[in-house]
């Protein structure tokens, strides 16, 4: 069932969602509940604090010798007033998400900053802005707040040097946020506008993707490319600022593209249409009854007394009972379990139906109408073929052989 489920977590906004029956596996340090909201720290953010104090120490002990050693604990310090910075956009997501009945799920801060891990809900263009844009604005109010204590307190040396950073800080993330490309929040903008005028937000979500790729290049150009070109090398910490930002962006604005994509075939995601016929039988039924009813392309679903689905006759098995013992043998013998509660209606589709399916153990369900009766066989692998688009290439295939 995981491939089905990672599927369906792309469909939301923000990372996969791990399968609640799957082991737990902590993804970082719990720093309790804001505003009712769970932070964790990853394990990664550790990594990006080494490079910051790595990377930045030495410039400080250069720029301040008057600093000597504490030169690196100034940018430890620095790491945590950019872990203070993202955290506070993040809360800005997450706050303003709540003002729509948005429930946030968590708060995650790691290597790239950090992500704001939302629960299903129904999202709108205007409503997504909002919410995107609530963090870069949290940014920019920090640092327009550090820029006033810079301008009307006297500070010592530390202090300074600590505001001043946490001032550019967050003004760059802020500005850098609103570039028009996801996964950064300005990429919002770009769905939106085109989920407005074509009224699919998958198509939206693509374009933003291939903005955000954009976004990748241009910065590729400005701060590797040109100048290099100019006969310059770049700044080595620059040069590894703009690959690790860059490589972050790309795979963001990949898997939105993906997540588009994914979206954007969720129309032919329909139980009816992507079911094998079928045909019920009740678990009493031997069988010598189950061999009437099987052939023409049908599959066999027991059912239970009351009428629900709960088992699969398994064609191999139901041939190789003997003519003589068929009218003796029950039907359940030659018949493998379904998981339990897995039917779903005929006229179910789209996001709810893979959501639904996402929590259902088991590779197949059996499809029923309105009345309980079962009419055909639904397969992970069918719904994942027509998510991926490998059943529209199948279908082409085999056309083109018939020809």
């Known amino acids: 069932m995981g491939r089905l489920l990672r599927w369906s977590s792309l469909l939301r906004w923000g990372p996969p969602v791990a399968d609640p029956a799957a082991p737990v596996r902590r993804e970082g340090i719990p720093l309790g509940r804001i505003a009712g909201v769970p932070v964790i720290l990853a394990y990664s953010w ?15 002990i250069r720029n301040n010798p008057a600093l000597g050693f504490s030169a690196y604990l100034v940018a430890f310090a620095y790491a945590l007033l950019l872990l203070v910075s993202v955290l506070i956009h993040e809360l800005a997501h997450a706050l303003t998400a709540r003002i729509y009945s ?7 801060l790691n290597l790239w900053g950090g992500h704001t891990q ?27 707040g550090a820029w006033l204590v810079l301008g009307t307190a006297s500070l010592g040396s530390v202090a300074e040097i600590l505001i001043n950073i946490f001032m550019w800080a967050n003004f760059l993330i802020g500005i850098f946020n609103v570039l028009p490309g996801l996964p950064l929040d300005g990429g919002r903008m770009v769905e939106s506008a085109v989920w407005k005028v074509t009224g699919s937000q998958a198509k939206g979500t693509v374009a933003a993707g291939w903005a955000g790729r954009v976004i990748v290049v241009a910065i590729g150009y400005w701060f590797i490319a040109r100048p290099v070109l100019a006969g310059s090398p770049p ?13 972050f962006l790309w795979v963001g604005a990949s898997a939105a593209i993906q997540q588009g994509t994914l979206r954007g075939r969720l129309p032919l995601v329909t139980a009816a249409g992507l079911s094998t016929p079928a045909v019920g039988l009740p678990a009493t039924a031997s069988v010598s009854e189950a061999r009437k009813h099987a052939g023409q392309s049908r599959a066999l679903v027991v059912c239970g007394p009351e009428g629900r689905p709960e088992a699969v006759v398994d064609p191999t098995a139901l041939a190789a009972v003997p003519v003589a013992a ?13 998981a339990p509660g897995a039917y779903v209606p ?34 992970q692998e069918a719904v994942v ?12 295939r085999a056309k083109g052989r018939n020809r």
């Open 46 to 60: 550790f990594i990006i604090a080494a490079f910051t104090v790595i990377v930045y120490g030495p410039i400080l």
């Open 102 to 108: 948005w429930p946030t799920q968590k708060i995650v």
């Open 118 to 144: 939302f629960e299903s809900f129904t999202a709108s263009p205007g409503r997504s802005v909002l919410v995107a844009l609530a963090g870069p604005a949290a940014n920019l109010v920090l640092a327009g």
């Open 235 to 247: 700044d080595f910490p620059l040069l590894m600022i703009s690959l690790l930002v860059g490589g």
């Open 326 to 338: 068929a009218p003796s043998t029950p039907v359940t013998a030659v018949s493998y379990a379904l």
């Open 346 to 379: 005929e006229w179910s589709k789209g996001q709810e139906l893979v959501q639904f399916l996402s929590q259902v153990e088991g590779r197949q369900y059996a499809v029923v109408d309105h009345n309980g009766i079962v009419t055909g066989l639904l397969s």
């Open 385 to 396: 073929a027509a998510i991926t688009g490998k059943r529209q290439a199948s279908d082409k």
